[in-house]
């Protein structure tokens, strides 16, 4: 995995003079003290964090809470007051006007939350623009153009207006606009939030199969717990122009590291975000096929529990047994093999708890969570998965 | 105590009085200059429309409005002018429009470089626009006096005088339009690489071009409201005919000549917003 764009300590001020107001800042004034002795904003304040290359990295934050001025840092729409920007190794703040024409032809590409298309220009007029201020030739940006409108579902309104489309199919264009120019880095400023509820979810899902075919490394603004979660490899949680917790989403909600993120995220369904090796434990109690009957019953005895899943010795799954069959085999003089049960749930580690739901409601054994080579890894009571649901 | 004290006297004419006649001594050559190109256009369109037969001219009115308006609208505009024919002011309304037409031309030339210029220098509005305001409310006679003495007597100095006036509007709504450009649509542009100046031609202008179309109307109107006044310095035109109709007390060429003025206006009206409206971009 490699480093996309490395952000050091990125301190954006808004107003006349914010070079004076540095100073202030980190001395520890508060930004409302800023502004009201200045009338300086702070947008950003000693921001740092990495995205990888691939990855969708979603920053989320309420309104005013400085994603959208980061965002725009990215691709120097704002000029940082100070810090560093590193992509591909190298500091686009430093960058003079051809460099940075450049960086914004080849290497980035936007969305934007109200579209900010071209109303003048058609659909693919649109998608050729990033080409045309390229200078790429009309025969092929117009090709390239046509088999982007394909990508994002749009072919056969080509030669519309943006004012002929619905909302989802002008973000679409949007959409189209950005990958057109084949950037290796996608800023998508709160791309879907103007839009209504069914069709976001239809637009969520549909970049997640476009990501998953073009692998760009993207970072996703949004205000939307839920949204941040669903797209998110890894999330950043902003407020008041500082990053205060970055993670995967289950990590930040199993541990919130603060109070404000706690609540942030008390809306989210926690069973479309925790995963089964989330709530999974390692169980007391593991008996090998080998052990046999003695063994078994002694570790159910002393661990209180009425079954026990049984490995073999390359700790794969072979059954589980309860201890009123064991008892009864010691009597009978079966062997462990002989009273395994089958009739047990598996589930792999990454499988969402909202799927686990139903099993755990009607099953009477615990869930076992096994890897691909049917390797035991942990156990799931069913206690834990409607747990997860308060 | 009730009068203003005679003792605070300011004489600022005199200092504009100077600055004129220095401009008309070392500079008369540059108006000379300026002032003789201006009529060589002038009076080549003004030929050139008076040597066109009336009936096409006619005829070129009735299909602009037809085809930019409907077809009753053509026939209407077509009957004023006959109309105008009618009262024997054929070659002089040729004479108004070529004033009216080059007038525009250099409002336009002038003013939507100027207006984007404005846009782009914040700082320069705080003077720009109380000239503006200068221009259009001082009384038109008082810019006659320093362009007499530029240009002498005649047309020239009536395209200027009628250009100083329809001028800010056309540097106006070129501001209005290219300011109003939606911030995200400019952010687009620079986010894909434009530079200023391809964002101006591929995006800000054709925002801009429907408000920059009703500058050209507005130019237009301003233009033809400045015939009248521009005649007292010897333009030949409609508004010599008025002048003369009020400095005989002759109140049929007054109202004949009068109204020609207005038809001439509501037909150049209809017609330029009609055009400017085929560029409006519906928002839905």
Known sequence: MTVKIQVENLTKIFGRNPKTVLTRLKNGDSKDAIFKETGHTVGLNNVSFEVNTGETFVIMGLSGSGKSTLARCLNLLNTPTEGKIHVDGSNIVEYNKNELREFRQKKVGMVFQHFGLFTHRTVIGNVEYGLEVRGVSTQERSEIAKKTLDTVGLEGWEYRYPRELSGGMRQRVGLARALANDPDILLMDEPFSALDPLIRRDMQLELLDIQAKLKKTIVFITHDVNEAFKLGDRVAVMKDGVIEQIGVPEEILAQPANDYIADFVQDVDKTKILQAKNIMVKPNALVSLKDGLKVAVKEMQTNGISSVFVVDSERKLQGLVTIDDTIAAIKEGKTLKEILIKEYETTSAGTCIQELIPIATYKKYPIAVVDEENKFMGIIMRVSVLAALI | ?284
């Open chain 2, 1 to 284: 105590m009730t009068n203003f004290p005679a003792a605070i006297s300011f004489k600022i004419g005199i200092y504009v009085e100077y600055f004129v006649k220095w401009l008309m001594k070392y500079y008369g050559n540059v108006f000379d200059a300026i002032g003789a190109s201006i009529l060589w256009f002038l009076l080549n369109i003004e030929k050139f429309l008076i040597w066109l037969p009336w009936w096409i001219f006619v005829l070129v009115i009735f299909i602009m409005g037809w085809r930019i308006k409907k077809f009753m609208a053509g026939l209407l505009y077509a009957a004023l002018l006959i109309l105008i024919g009618g009262f024997g002011y054929w070659e002089l309304m040729m004479s108004t429009l070529a004033v009216v037409l080059i007038s525009v031309v250099i409002s336009v030339v002038i003013g939507i470089p100027l207006g984007i210029f404005i846009t782009y220098n914040a700082k320069i509005e705080v003077f720009m626009k109380p000239t503006l305001d200068a221009m259009q409310t001082m009384p038109s006679f008082v810019y006659l006096i320093p362009a007499l003495l530029l240009f002498g007597l005649g047309k020239v100095p009536a395209v200027f005088a009628t250009t100083i006036y329809s001028l800010p509007p056309m540097i106006r709504l070129t501001e209005l339009g290219v300011r109003n450009v939606p911030k995200e649509m400019v952010e687009a542009a620079h986010a894909f690489g434009s530079s200023k100046w391809q964002t101006l031609v591929k995006v800000q202008l054709p925002q801009a071009l429907p408000t920059i179309m009703t500058g050209i109307n507005q130019t237009t109107m301003m233009a033809l409201a400045m015939v009248v006044i521009s005649s007292m310095i010897g333009a030949k035109g409609l508004g010599m005919e008025v002048l003369i109709a009020i400095s005989r007390i002759d109140i049929a060429r007054g109202f004949e000549s009068g109204l020609s003025i207005v038809i001439l206006a509501i037909i150049i009206d209809r017609l330029s917003q009609g055009i400017a409206n085929r560029y409006k971009i519906p928002e839905k």
